[in-house]
T-cell receptor, first 114, second 113 residues
Framework: DAGVTQSPTHLIKTRGQQVTLRCSPKSGHDTVSWYQQALGQGPQFIFQYYEEEERQRGNFPDRFSGHQFPNYSSELNVNALLLGDSALYLC?????????????FGQGTRLTVV | KQEVTQIPAALSVPEGENLVLNCSFTDSAIYNLQWFRQDPGKGLTSLLLIQSSQREQTSGRLNASLDKSSGRSTLYIAASQPGDSATYLCAVKSGGSNYKLTFGKGTLLTVNP
């Protein structure tokens, strides 16, 4: 079992550019959530996808958007990058839409905006 | 709005010591609580999941307890080892919003040989 996999692991972008991060969930999982973790802080919820729909969204601007594919993998897109978007972006997957299931996280993508 | 607090923010102990990490949350209507470990610059590793109906969970040298009514959880680590050095994060999934996890800022643990 490969677990949750994210790509790329590191990324450097310039202010104003756009970025796409990718996530493949753990085998058997159908729900994908994205989190942003600034240095020294706990992860903050961005949004969650289930059945290819955005099910819930955190307090993030519309510059942050996502997509879920029929194979349950997901993308996080960030437009018009700001310096403050520099963070570790974490993807989590859980199973079959039930709220009580355990969340498993990937290794994260470190985004640096210069 | 659910808020999660972890105390202490940092802890340094000698190898072999037993230790307790604390987590508190403001809204007791939770679905579950999860403890994670995070190594520097890495992702999160799930350690223990406690459902709202449970009082504790154990895995090896780790034991997590949950007191939902008082909004508290503790993670007990027995016979600590240098390899336990990491940041430990507590997260709750609230009953009113049972999709997202709300995290504390974590406890940075250093176990000295």
């Amino acid at each position: 079992d490969a677990g949750v996999t994210q790509s790329p692991t590191h990324l450097i972008k310039t202010r104003g550019q756009q970025v796409t991060l990718r996530c493949s969930p753990k085998s058997g999982h159908d729900t994908v959530s994205w989190y942003q973790q600034a240095l020294g802080q706990g992860p903050q919820f961005i949004f969650q996808y289930y059945e290819e729909e955005e099910r819930q969204r955190g307090n993030f601007p519309d510059r942050f958007s996502g997509h879920q594919f029929p194979n349950y993998s997901s993308e996080l897109n960030v437009n018009a990058l700001l310096l403050g978007d520099s963070a570790l972006y974490l993807c989590a997957s859980s199973g079959r839409g039930r709220g009580g299931t355990e969340a498993f996280f990937g290794q994260g993508t470190r985004l640096t905006v210069v | 709005k659910q808020e999660v607090t972890q105390i202490p923010a940092a802890l340094s102990v000698p190898e072999g010591e037993n230790l307790v990490l604390n987590c508190s949350f403001t809204d007791s209507a939770i679905y579950n609580l999860q403890w994670f470990r995070q190594d520097p610059g890495k992702g999160l590793t799930s350690l223990l999941l406690i459902q709202s109906s449970q009082r504790e969970q154990t895995s090896g040298r780790l034991n997590a307890s949950l007191d939902k009514s008082s909004g508290r959880s503790t993670l007990y680590i027995a016979a600590s080892q240098p390899g336990d050095s990491a940041t430990y994060l507590c997260a709750v999934k609230s009953g009113g919003s049972n999709y997202k996890l709300t995290f504390g800022k974590g406890t940075l643990l250093t176990v000295n040989p």
